[in-house]
Structures are given as structure tokens and as C-alpha cells.
């Protein structure tokens, strides 16, 4: 009786691990349901005085305490006004804090835009207001200015505002396809981040906002499949070296009610992909960025003078490059409005630096062997910046603060992965968000001394239920390419491993400009996609090539004017490189990627054909001719200046190589990496009598989602892996 009680106290305590050991992901859990699900702090903003912070919770607007975390107060209530039935989905407040701006009822456009019905909730009077007709069409970009009197929106490409209850139409030239007044249009959203066209002066009193005109710009169709007869969706697109809406700065003056052309020079095939104001209510700032994207300049306005239309601004920086510059929003004003932070790769990493408003470089804040990632923020009385970096390595990010004067330097961040952070005002707090490669993500709260004050979020439920499965731990390595180079790269190996076996490998990648998947952070559900296939018996592994971020200038900018060459044949040496592996069945080696990724891979099934013998590509560029102009231009140029860099690392012109398996997936309504790149490979295919297998989603955008549509495509990808390695 003894021993029979031992042995159920055992197995009584070793239940769960085993368990743990027979556990078997299955996509319906990643895929449809909410078992895999991250805690996350959603919508944190500090408030004014930096000693509280707000949080968004099922429409709920909540006072938390840094110091104690405790709630202080529920700001906003929506079912205090159930008759409106309201569906906010974000927040704004004023700047004196008595007035929150209302987001409801919001429809996506494109990947930032949007439009809602805005309501103005005053939280001293308890009292919610529409914040215009609503039967007039919906509104967006909304915005209180400065000091909290006015709000600005775009309404059917119109810039309009509100004061006390009664609206003022500042353009009125706005139309569909036509004239944007206050937003961007597509490309300018999509590639230079943002869709918020109209910027309020300091003191409020003035709009500097953009204008663009698409009328020259060809228009690209997309058919609608949802009705009886199918929709032509019409929006201005230009490809690769096509017409670019013509786009002007205007600055609207509330005083005299009058709108006035900022002079930016004659060239009217040109970007301008930022505008900013400086301290100054008569400075607005214009970055002037040429076609090529090698040469940027600052252009600093003077509204002081009268007729703004017949004054050249003057430049306070002039920077060029013999490949490309990237833009960012990192231009900050001093104080002294006599001196600006920028940051540039100049010496061949990315570094910030300050610069004095005639152009003149003061001091180079960062220096190393390293990128500056983000920069995060100035603390001018301390005399202190903030921001992260790749310093530790380039699979991590870390948090720095440093001085600006006084060379003194702390990490703030004491977890190893990918740390990222948000202060509050003054500085006097910061949440890290920290995760790595086999761990979700916790938001902890510290104080500006670096001291540790709570946990906000740790996820320990999420990682509980992972550990009653049968993972394997990601796991990083490098090698070396043909050229000489480490490349980075990760693997999950097969679920309950055994040397003496050989096992199929499936190779997941990105590897274009924007975005590396070989970091020491966690993978979300994708972790999850990819810990099944490892329970199935394969290994799955993916790289980052040349071309890919945070180890300086000549590591990324190594694709210039050939996107795709070396990072084919980085992938190509890494299937070599694969099948010296003893475990490894070099029959069996197939590759996967999404957008840029679905690039790769077709490139590598038609250029690699001797080494992979299966791929998937979703939603892909099959030549470069048929994506947009800013992105395609930066890294290639045109198509007419560079005919041989778009033909040669093309995968359409390479289909005759085919030898293996090739599935195509695309979203018809993609309005990023259009339909027509599939169509054109599926013709490429078919002239070369090549066999292969197509499926496509109607109606979907570049994401593929919807109701059971992620599980529909990962329930096919998974059989097409099953079938063909």
C-alpha cells in the first residue's frame, strides 16, 4: 500500500508534465480561438503632469497611478450614454485635459487610414457632442488644436474645423480620384507611414496642410466580387516609373481666413514626406526629398512675410547619399528653436546627431558599430535623450538614455530579446515591453532611477498554456555565405529530435528591406504555426540576408539597384548550406514567404530550383515593374533606368528553372501587391508549359482575413507541406 501511494503521489505530480509531453497544437487553436492570445497595455498614454496614465478597455477611458498602478478614476464610460449605442475604438484628449475626442462607427481605407464619427466628450460638463453632421459623411484625422478651442478633420478630400459647434470649410477643390486636401494618397501612405495631412501652428491660429493632386496619376481597378454584378473599386496608383501626384504645402490662416501656396522651388516631380512646425508659430518646417531619394534638404518657412507664394524658404540641411535616405519622424526642435536632432547612416550606421538651423552639425550624439533603431525622446532640463539600438546585437533591441553634452550612458533595459519603451511627460517613468524568441511579451513599470516599481503585465497565463504543449525551443545559428558574410538565422528542430534521422525542412523567410524575422522576440501565432509543424517532424528555419536591417549602411543597402540578387543567393547558399547537415534529407527542402517573402520564394523554386523542391508564395511581387513607384524607386529606380535590375531578378523571367512544387496564393482585392503580379506569373507559367497550384481569396486585401479565412489558408498550407515534403 506504501509503494502504490508513492506512486500516485508521483504521478499525481508529474501529470502535468506529462501532459505537456503529449500536448499536440492544432490550427484551430492558433487560428480560431483565443487560446493563444497576448495581454497587451492598450491605448497607455501619460497624461499631462506625467504623474498618471490612461489605458483603453472595452471603451473605457481609465486614470491609472504610475507610482501604485492603482485606478484612479473611469475617465469615459460608454454605457453612461447607451442611447447612442457608441463603438469607440480610440481617444484623444485636449491639451488641458478637459475635452477627450471620440473615435466611433471606424472603417479602414488602406493600412493607416480610416474614418469614424467623432464625438467631443467634455469631461467637466459630463456631456457628449457630435462634432459635426453626421449625415454629411464620415470624418477623419480629426484633431483638437493646441490649446483645445478649434478641432481639424478631412471630410470627402476637404480640410474643414470646428469651433463652438459651427463648422468652417477651409478647401474646396477635394474629390475622389482627384484632389486630397489634409491626407495623403495611397503611396505617400503606404511608404512614407502616415495618412495625417494637415498639421496645427504652436499656438493654433494656423494649418500647415498638404495638397495633392492625382489627377495625372493612373488610376488601377480592382473587381469587388460581393454582389450580383462585381464592383470596379477605382483608386490612383502609380507603379514604378510613372506619374506621382503633384503635391504642393499650403498654410491655412484662421486670423485673416486665408489660404497661401508655400514657394518649395520648380521641381514638381519631387516628394515632400514630412512637414513639421518648429517652436516657432511663423516656421513651418518642409522636407524636400528628390525622385531618386538620395537627397534630402529641410526647407524652414518665414510666415512673417506677406506673400508667402513668392518666397523661397530657407534650407537648414542639405543631405545626399550614392544609394537612398530613409525618413522617419525623428526631427526635433530644441528648445532654443535654434537647433534640431536628426539622425543619418552618413558614417555608415545610423546615428543621431544635432545640428544648428544653418545646417551645421554641433555634435554626433550616438557613435559605434551600430543602428540607432528608434529614438525615443529628449529631456532638455536633464540634458538626456533616449532611444534604442542594435548594439547588443542585431537579433536584439535595448534601451539607452544618454547625455547630450556629458558623455555619461545607462541601458535601461535588463532583459535579453527585444525591448521596446514609452514615458511618461518629464520622463519620470518608462513601461519596457520586453519579449524573446520563446517567451510573449510583459510590460514592466520603472522609474527614471531605473528602479523596478511593478509588473503591469507578465502574460504567465499565456505561458502556462504553452508550456502544456510540445514545444521546441527556437533556437539562433549563423553561416556564412559565398560572399563572406554571417548571416543570421533561427531553427526549431523537429519535436522529439533523434540524430539519426533525416528530416525535412521548411524555410520560412521575409529577407527584403523593412523588416527581419530573425529576432530574439516572440513570434505571436506564427510561433505557434511554426511549433506545428515542428510536432509533425520538420525542421523549420528561417534567415536574414544581406539587404535586411541594423548592421549599418553597406550591409543594407548591399541590394541597391538589384533587389532580390543577393538575397536569392543567400537563401540558395542557405539550402546548401542546409544539406551538409547529416539530419537534414536534401530531397526535401521547401521554402514559404508572404509579400516580399513570396518574392523570395519564388525566386528561389525558379533561380534555386537544384536545391528547393517546394514553395509557397503569398500575396508576391513578380517583377518590380508592377509595385509602387516610392518603394520600388528607392531601392531600384525607375524600370527605364534600370531595365536589367528589374528583367534579371524577376522570377516571371526565370519560370523555365522550375522543377518543384509552386503554390501561388493571393487576395484579389489586394490593394498593396496587386492581384496582377499573381496573374502575370500564372501567364509567365503557363507560356513555359510549367505545372502549378493557385488559390486565390476573393475580396481579401494584402492581410488574407476574415472570419475563417487564416485557417482556411494555414489548413492549405499545412496539406500542401504535408504533400510535397
Known amino acids: 500500500m506504501k509503494k502504490i501511494f508513492i ?65 484612479v478614476a473611469v475617465i469615459f464610460d460608454p454605457t453612461n450614454f447607451a442611447e447612442q449605442e457608441l463603438n469607440v475604438s480610440d481617444y484623444q484628449f485636449s491639451a488641458d485635459e478637459s475635452k ?29 457632442t457630435p462634432l459635426t453632421d453626421f449625415s454629411q459623411g464620415k470624418q477623419r484625422l480629426a484633431e483638437f488644436s493646441p490649446n483645445g478651442d478649434k478641432v481639424a478633420f478631412v471630410r470627402k478630400n476637404n480640410l474643414f474645423s470646428v469651433e463652438n459647434g459651427e463648422e468652417t470649410q477651409i478647401t474646396l477643390d477635394g474629390e475622389m480620384n482627384k484632389i486630397i486636401n489634409g ?49 470596379q473599386y477605382k483608386f490612383k496608383y502609380p507603379k514604378a516609373g510613372e506619374k506621382n501626384s503633384d503635391v504642393s504645402i499650403h498654410v491655412f490662416d484662421f486670423n485673416s481666413g486665408k489660404t497661401r501656396q508655400v514657394n518649395t522651388g520648380k521641381e514638381k516631380d519631387i516628394y515632400y514626406p514630412r512637414i ?6 511663423d516656421g513651418l518646417c518642409i522636407m524636400r526629398l528628390n525622385r531618386h531619394q538620395n537627397h534630402l534638404e529641410f526647407l524652414l518657412t518665414d510666415l512673417t512675410q506677406k506673400n508667402l507664394g513668392d518666397i523661397k524658404p ?81 537579433m536584439e533591441q535595448h534601451i539607452y538614455k544618454k547625455g547630450m553634452y556629458k558623455r555619461v550612458k545607462e541601458k535601461l533595459s535588463n532583459k535579453s530579446g527585444v525591448n521596446s519603451a514609452t514615458f511618461s511627460e518629464g520622463f519620470k517613468y518608462y513601461v519596457i515591453n520586453n519579449s524573446s524568441a520563446n517567451s510573449p511579451a510583459s510590460f514592466v513599470l520603472y522609474n527614471n ?42 531553427m526549431i528542430k523537429p519535436a522529439n529530435y533523434d540524430a539519426s534521422k533525416k528530416y525535412p525542412v521548411y524555410v520560412n523567410i521575409y529577407g527584403g528591406p523593412g523588416h527581419n524575422t530573425v529576432m530574439d522576440s516572440f513570434d505571436g501565432r506564427n510561433y505557434l504555426w511554426h511549433q506545428l509543424l515542428s510536432q509533425e517532424g520538420y525542421y523549420v528555419i528561417s534567415c536574414d540576408p544581406r539587404g535586411t536591417m541594423f548592421r549599418g549602411k553597406e550591409f543594407f543597402h548591399s541590394t541597391y539597384l538589384q533587389l532580390g540578387k543577393n538575397e536569392t543567393a543567400d537563401f540558395i547558399d542557405l539550402a546548401k548550406h542546409l544539406k551538409s547537415w547529416a539530419d537534414v534529407d536534401a530531397e526535401r527542402i521547401g521554402i514559404q514567404g508572404w509579400s516580399y517573402g513570396g518574392y523570395m520564394a519564388s525566386n528561389c523554386i525558379t533561380q534555386g530550383a537544384d536545391e528547393y523542391h517546394m514553395a509557397i508564395a503569398v500575396a508576391p511581387v513578380t517583377n518590380w515593374k508592377y509595385y509602387d513607384s516610392i518603394y520600388t524607386e528607392r531601392f531600384m529606380r525607375t524600370p527605364q533606368e534600370n531595365k536589367d535590375g528589374y528583367e534579371n531578378n524577376s522570377p516571371i523571367n526565370h519560370v523555365e528553372n522550375l522543377k518543384g512544387k509552386y503554390l501561388l496564393i493571393h487576395g484579389s482585392a489586394d490593394d498593396n501587391v496587386h492581384y496582377q503580379n499573381t496573374m502575370e506569373m500564372v501567364n ?16 481579401r486585401n494584402h492581410g488574407i482575413y476574415g472570419g475563417y479565412t487564416r485557417l482556411h489558408l494555414f489548413t492549405m498550407m499545412r496539406d500542401y507541406i504535408f504533400e510535397n515534403l
Not at 497624461?47 to 477611458?61: A, D, L, Q, R, V
Not at 528648445?335 to 545640428?355: A, M
Not at 528602479?451 to 505561458?463: F, G, K, S, V, Y
Not at 509567365?684 to 475580396?699: E, G, M, R, S, W
Open 183 to 231: 491626407a495623403t494618397d495611397w503611396v505617400y501612405e503606404e511608404e512614407f507611414g502616415f495618412d495625417k495631412g494637415f498639421y496645427w501652428s504652436p499656438n493654433g491660429d494656423r494649418l500647415g496642410f498638404y495638397r495633392m493632386d492625382e489627377t495625372e496619376v493612373k488610376e488601377f481597378q480592382m473587381a469587388m466580387y460581393g454582389d450580383l454584378y462585381p464592383e
Open 314 to 394: 530657407s534650407k537648414i540641411y542639405d543631405e545626399t547619399s550614392d544609394t537612398y535616405i530613409e525618413i522617419n519622424d525623428n526631427l526635433t526642435f530644441m528648445d532654443d528653436n535654434k537647433c534640431f536632432l536628426w539622425n543619418s547612416s552618413k558614417d555608415g550606421y545610423n546615428h543621431l546627431y544635432l545640428f544648428d538651423t544653418t545646417g551645421k552639425e554641433k555634435v554626433q550624439l550616438t557613435s559605434g558599430n551600430w543602428d540607432v533603431i528608434e529614438y525615443l525622446g529628449v529631456d532638455e532640463k536633464k540634458g538626456m535623450f533616449y532611444y534604442s539600438s542594435s548594439e547588443v546585437s542585431p
Open 7 to 71: 506512486l500516485i503521489a508521483f504521478m499525481s505530480f508529474m501529470s502535468p508534465f506529462l501532459v505537456a509531453q503529449n500536448s499536440d497544437i492544432t490550427l484551430e487553436e492558433i487560428w480560431a480561438s483565443g487560446k493563444f492570445s497576448a495581454d497587451y497595455v492598450w491605448g497607455q498614454r501619460s497624461m499631462s503632469e506625467g504623474k498618471h496614465y490612461t489605458t483603453f478597455e472595452g471603451g473605457k477611458i481609465i486614470k491609472n497611478a504610475y507610482s501604485t498602478g492603482e485606478e
Open 449 to 490: 532611477k531605473g528602479a523596478e516599481i511593478r509588473t503591469l503585465i507578465d502574460n504567465a497565463a499565456l505561458q502556462r498554456t504553452l508550456e502544456t504543449y510540445n514545444l521546441t525551443p527556437k533556437e539562433f545559428f549563423t553561416f556564412e555565405n559565398t560572399n563572406g558574410d554571417e548571416l543570421n538565422c533561427w
Open 276 to 281: 513639421q512646425w518648429s517652436l516657432s508659430n
Open 684 to 699: 509567365a507559367l503557363v507560356a513555359n508549359n510549367k505545372q502549378f497550384d493557385l488559390f486565390i481569396y476573393p475580396d
Open 100 to 128: 477627450i475626442l471620440l473615435a466611433t462607427e471606424t472603417e479602414s481605407i488602406y493600412r493607416h487610414s480610416s474614418r469614424s464619427n467623432y464625438y467631443i466628450y467634455s469631461i467637466t460638463n459630463n456631456t457628449l
